[in-house]
């Protein structure tokens, strides 16, 4: 065997016969792992300390008096009213944001699945609302959605003489954000949905078919249930994402009118570095936010967890 | 299967189809309109009658001073996205190749990790930044940037790297190759759609921040999104030089978009959101 005759150097550890060191992966993975550890856990480790303070911005961290469980208390009991509007905010825009895409995408997926080819510029139309910075989103439908001079009341004057301030109500505001998600994310849905459809076999399409089924009756018996998982999993991604939106709200109404619009995320922001400098319920409310957002992704990964291991 | 659409329904998707391009675009274009109207143009949105000025851009560029801001994102996104890929290659490989214990359990972390929201940390990092004496410095928005890609990169490159043969890897141990080596010489040239799909989706991440920019940045580091910030004030707001500044800072991300359409749609769809 060569490697007796080889001079450039010794096998890596693990190949080394009875050898039961060590993995040399962690070698490999440790410095991301350490990484990580420090910009996340460190920050959330401090999160959770300060919320248990009373500290505001800019003084300094002697100042902060120890207050305990105090904002989560408040929160919990609603005697932080605050707290329960932004999470109706949050959860009224991520169910309609989300049902929407799925539904919408749905729609164009089923669309796309019959045509014989994605062409180039198709595709790519579709995914320039997604690679916009969301900050510069907000800046673009704030021209269409402007009363006065947006593109939006323009054709609605045209139309219909009916022309009311998109940003400035505060019932239409949630409707306006939640059309530019939808503007924003159905490309994509669409696009994963696509490759579902693609990937569902074609037998019982065509055994119901044969018994006469319609197109309609199939999709809904055949097509659907097997696009169940990958549903799920979409409309899941797509909510957490909705709980995580911040640039693109604060940009277009900055949380208001009011607090119509004014999710955990901006309701966060708004208490720690913008109209108050409330930095311990702050983070009590970050912390919740954090452990909102992983239950959900927990259910994520499990299911992906077991979707890998069935295609192994 | 497909081809029994009927002539009237594929023209109907057809349609359909291209309406839903048109909308998704017609947002930017509207923005374009905008940006090349003057100020007495912009009161009727409708008409197509207007002369063209460039001298939004003209203003965007001297007086807001866009340039500067462009420049500092291109740095910081060129930074992080390299650093994020040395360190996310090395972990990848050492979960992909390394027969590690856990392994699926780290990856799938790494992917939950990414689930964390950005206003969340963004507190705890302007903190910590102001005791390091680290604010409105370029590291500190590459780290910052890093945290969000890293997970993401890792999880991509391990998957593309388990379309790779372990073929390829044994006959490099072979001829007696440290795992390093393997790496560089062997992984590394396979990879390149892999890696260029991650490199870019990782760049735009970067490039599109604002959470971390708009807190963690001044005068040094400010990057793009932050000119943002100058359109949104109570007074009276240009809203050509608005226009034209998402224009200008958008239009490298939508030729990026453009060129590697088919990079960035592998990578969104193996979970790249």
């Known amino acids: 065997m060569r490697l007796s005759e080889s001079s450039s150097g010794p096998l890596p550890k693990a190949a080394e016969p009875g050898r039961k060191g060590r993995n040399p992966g962690w070698r490999f993975v440790a410095p991301s792992a350490i990484f990580l550890v420090l910009v996340t856990i460190f920050p959330i480790v401090f999160l959770l300390t300060i919320s248990l303070f009373d500290y505001q911005l800019g003084m300094p961290l002697r100042s902060a008096r120890f207050v305990g469980v105090r904002y989560y208390e408040q929160m919990a009991s609603g005697q932080d009213p605050t707290y329960w509007t932004a999470v109706r905010v949050t959860v009224y825009l991520a169910v309609a944001t989300t049902l929407l895409n799925l539904i919408l995408g749905l729609a164009i997926a089923t669309g796309l699945d019959r045509l014989a080819r994605l062409r180039a510029p198709f595709t790519i139309a579709m995914i320039m609302p997604m690679v916009i910075a969301p900050a510069v989103v907000g800046i673009i439908w704030s021209l269409l959605y402007n009363d006065s001079y947006g593109l939006i009341n323009a054709v609605l004057r045209a139309l219909t003489g009916w022309a009311p301030n998109w940003l400035g109500d505060a019932q239409l505001a949630p409707v306006a954000i939640i059309l530019v998600e939808v503007w924003e994310w159905t490309p994509f849905v669409a696009l994963i949905m696509l490759a579902g459809l693609q990937g569902i076999p074609t037998e019982p399409l065509e055994a119901a078919k044969v018994d006469g089924a319609g197109p309609v009756r199939s999709f809904w018996s055949i097509t659907l249930p097997l696009l169940r998982p990958i549903i799920f999993l979409v409309a899941l991604l797509r909510v957490i994402d909705t709980l995580k939106l911040f640039d693109m709200i604060y940009v277009l109404t900055g949380g208001g009118p009011g607090s119509s619009t004014e999710t955990v995320g901006l309701r966060i922001f708004n208490l720690s570095l913008h109209t108050d400098t409330d930095v311990g319920r702050a983070a009590a409310v970050s912390i919740a936010l954090i452990l909102i957002i992983f239950s959900l992704s927990l259910i994520v990964l499990r299911y992906l967890k077991r979707a890998e291991g069935q295609t192994q | ?273």
């Open chain 2, 1 to 273: 299967m497909k081809d029994r659409t009927s002539r009237g329904s594929h023209i109907v998707i057809t349609v359909a189809m291209i309406s839903m391009a048109a909308a998704s675009l017609l947002p930017l274009a509207v923005t374009f309109l905008t940006s090349i109207k003057r100020g007495r143009d912009l009161f009727d949105p409708l008409s197509t009658d207007f002369q063209p000025t460039l001298d939004n851009y003209r203003r965007v560029f001297q007086e807001v001073g866009i340039g500067f801001y462009m420049s500092n994102s291109f740095i910081v996104a060129s930074a992080s996205v390299a650093a994020t890929l040395v360190l996310a290659l090395l972990a990848a490989y050492g979960l992909c190749r390394m027969r590690m214990r856990g392994e699926r359990t780290i990856a799938l972390a790494m992917l939950c990790l990414r689930t964390v929201p950005a206003i969340a940390l963004v507190l705890p990092y302007f903190l910590m930044a102001q005791f390091l004496g680290i604010v409105d410095t370029y590291v500190l928005l590459v780290i910052a940037h890093m945290t969000f890609g890293l997970p993401l990169a890792i999880w991509l490159l391990r998957g593309f790297m388990r379309e790779l043969p372990a073929e390829l890897d044994e006959a490099a141990k072979v001829d007696g190759a440290g795992n390093l080596a393997i790496l560089i010489r062997v992984i590394l040239p396979n990879m390149k759609p892999g890696l260029a799909a991650t490199s870019i989706l990782l760049f735009i991440h970067s490039w599109n921040d604002y959470v971390f920019a708009n807190v963690l940045t001044s005068t040094n580091s400010a990057t793009f999104p932050t000119t943002m910030n100058f359109f949104l004030g109570i007074n009276t707001v240009s809203y050509g030089e608005m226009a034209a500044a998402a224009i200008i800072g958008t239009t490298p991300i939508l030729v990026l978009a453009a060129v590697f359409h088919r990079s960035l749609v592998s990578g969104f769809a193996r979970g790249a959101v």
